[in-house]
T-cell receptor, first 113, second 116 residues
């Protein structure tokens, strides 16, 4: 019963490096999303997708790219990491209905030096 | 723009107390409201989901209510235990101002400490 799986759990990057945070769900959910959580700022939506091949921007999309080639996977790419991207990142998914319950992964803690 | 507020930011109570956590939102045209629990260093765990047509949902010692017209929800925890210590977040889905029925707006959470 995996649910939403995120990898890696921890990552340290240097400024300017790129990396991809992986997210996979096995619940056949159409809707997937990425959030970042920072002290005092709460959860902020980065990007979301309502189905394979469809993505859209959230509140804080700059510096991040996403793609959705399959229903199961929704990777988040940092193109050129900056210290301001130090955060905890959460992937979440739900069925794409107005009534869908949102399920979260365990999070990925990223530090950019 | 939908805004979700949770006050106070932190709460400390003795074990055994019944308590109420509040959540308010500015746009009442929501599809549902969800309460989550987050333990330190962990992800968010869904506690209760209330659809816009419902007034309340119950799970064990937890009861959540929804009053769309006033833009409020409460999470009631009966007979609190030290194991209930965590951060509790509410999130609303949709709203006229969000532009998409898929978007959720989160409150910043209430950090609850239950003292033995």
């Amino acid at each position: 019963n995996a649910g939403v799986t995120q990898t890696p759990k921890f990552q340290v990057l240097k400024t300017g490096q790129s990396m991809t945070l992986q997210c996979a769900q096995d619940m056949n959910h159409e809707y997937m999303s990425w959030y970042r959580q920072d002290p005092g700022m709460g959860l902020r939506l980065i990007h979301y997708s309502v189905g394979a091949g469809i993505t859209d921007q959230g509140e804080v999309p700059n510096g991040y790219n996403v793609s959705r080639s399959t229903t199961e996977d929704f990777p988040l790419r940092l193109l050129s990491a900056a210290p301001s991207q130090t955060s905890v990142y959460f992937c979440a998914s739900s069925s794409y209905t107005e009534t869908g319950e949102l399920f979260f992964g365990e999070g990925s803690r990223l530090t950019v030096l | 723009k939908q805004e979700v507020t949770q006050i106070p930011a932190a709460l400390s109570v003795p074990e055994g107390e019944n308590l109420v956590l509040n959540c308010s939102f500015t746009d009442s045209a929501i599809y549902n409201l969800q309460w989550f629990r987050q333990d330190p260093g962990k992800g968010l765990t869904s506690l209760l989901l209330i659809q816009s047509s419902q007034r309340e949902q119950t799970s064990g010692r937890l009861n959540a209510s929804l009053d769309k017209s006033s833009g409020r929800s409460t999470l009631y925890i009966a007979a609190s235990q030290p194991g209930d210590s965590a951060t509790y977040l509410c999130a609303v889905r949709g709203g006229r101002s969000t532009g998409a029925n898929s978007k959720l707006t989160f409150g910043k959470g209430i950090t609850l400490s239950v003292r033995p």
